[in-house]
């Protein structure tokens, strides 16, 4: 149990134990700042959800030593996904991915996050968040008790449903998608796809590129296997997902796997043979952007500031926020800088969550099926046929 009485007050008290709550907790920690993350989850989840980080996120973890001991590799790409178009970078790219998933991320955060000094509050639900002039509040409830907690500051870093956003009075405009994508790990028996090179040889299909979404006769697909992100991982064993005009349809978390195989069944024009399906859900992606970052004592970063279907480009944009805010916030606590430097991170973060944003409707333009998107396409693609206009959207995608 935690009460003011037998835990010093924290100096910043971050909701949610995500990516980029727990890479916050540790960069400040670093600082020496006393920092307590809430999470109301007993423990950590292992479905798995974002695939690696694309970006200069992906540079940083490793000079922070977050990788040190690990096999995990840091790549510069000579190819990458842009919507339904590839970037073909060259060799020494300018665009960076660390291939992990997210679960084995947020172990390496937590551990080096403890490590610091970062406490770590597990089945601690944050129920209610209010701010005062000088301390912001925070109301608990942990194994059937009612908590309360005060900080100097306390961060969002608790999702697109954030509780810190909604008690900060942030307004979070955007736009729902119109399509639904359906994403699984599934066995391919040895013998039912054929490696080709740079992908698959599906009967029935044809040709199949791999790692990235490719357009069908009903929609968009893609597969991967999944030890090119997890050596570990079986060689039977591939990430696939569906993209297709959602109508009336909601997404389910699980996906019942006979609604699995009607969407590869759509999409592909025949049956995927797979043997066996896990961790299958549908999502419907939005796209918002937080209409500020910081009401007094309230700051948000992560997907609770922005949300966007990108990939581990997401999580590029919200590890940016992490290392901007704690940078801002040691400025505050240590140095005796002005509250205008948390009024500095808002501005840029927003500017950057903007950027973000915009690529990703570009992308979502590119891949829609009429005759504007087909005219985007050629245009498009006519530029980037230069290495140097490749290279050139790469490094924007790398910022975050």
């Known amino acids: ?15 949610g134990a995500g990516p980029v ?15 307590i993350v809430l999470e109301r989850s007993e423990a950590a989840s292992d479905a798995p959800r974002a695939n690696g980080v694309v970006g200069r996120s992906a540079v940083d973890l490793a000079r922070r030593g977050v990788l040190k001991d690990t096999r995990l590799r840091v790549l510069a790409v000579p190819r990458f996904s ?22 084995r991320l947020e172990q390496l955060l937590e551990t ?5 000094g970062a406490e770590i509050l597990r089945g601690h639900e944050v129920t209610t968040v209010a701010q005062s002039e000088d301390a912001a509040r925070l109301e608990i409830r942990h194994d059937g008790s009612a908590l309360t907690m005060t900080a100097d500051y306390a961060i969002g870093c608790d999702g697109a449903h954030s509780l810190v956003r909604h008690a900060a009075g942030i307004a979070f405009p955007g736009l729902t998608d119109d399509d639904i994508s359906r994403i699984a790990r599934v066995t391919i028996p040895r013998g039912r796809i054929s490696r080709t090179r740079g992908g698959f040889d599906i009967p029935g299909v044809g040709p199949v590129s791999a790692m990235h979404p490719q357009r069908m006769p009903g929609g968009s697909f893609s597969i991967a296997p999944a030890a090119a992100l997890d050596r570990t991982a079986p060689r039977d064993l591939y990430l696939i997902s569906t993209r297709e005009t959602r109508g009336d349809t909601a997404a389910q978390d699980p996906l019942p796997v006979e609604e699995l195989r009607a969407s590869l069944r759509r999409v592909l024009g025949t ?15 939005n796209c918002r952007l937080a209409t500020a970052y910081r009401s007094g004592r309230l700051l948000l970063a992560g997907d609770a500031a922005h949300v966007f279907n990108a990939g ?31 009024d500095a991170y808002a501005d840029t973060r927003h500017a950057a ?12 333009a590119l891949s829609a099926d009429d005759e504007n998107a087909r005219a985007l396409n050629t245009v498009i693609t006519a530029l980037l046929s230069r290495r140097s206009g490749a ?3 790469a490094r924007l995608l790398e910022e975050g």
Not at 21 to 35: D, F, H, Q, W, Y
Not at 275 to 280: F, K, R, Y
Request: hydrophobic share 45%; proline share 5%.
């Open 271 to 285: 049956d995927l043979p797979f043997a066996d399906a896990s961790n299958a859900r549908s999502v419907v992606g």
């Open 391 to 393: 290279r050139t959207l």
């Open 112 to 116: 080096r996050a403890t490590r610091l």
């Open 1 to 15: 149990m935690v009460t003011e009485s037998r835990t010093s007050r924290p100096e910043v008290a971050i909701v």
């Open 353 to 364: 969550g903007e950027r973000a944003i915009d690529h990703t409707r570009i992308q979502a």
């Open 82 to 103: 842009f919507g339904p178009l590839v970037l073909r970078l060259g060799l020494r790219g300018p665009l960076h991915i660390l291939p992990v998933p997210q679960r």
């Open 312 to 342: 581990g480009a997401s999580l590029n944009v919200g590890f940016q926020d992490a290392f901007a805010l704690s940078a801002a916030l040691t400025a505050v606590l240590r140095q005796c800088a002005a509250e205008t430097e948390l």
């Open 21 to 35: 709550g727990l890479l916050l907790a540790g960069e400040l920690a670093g600082s020496g700042i006393r920092v």
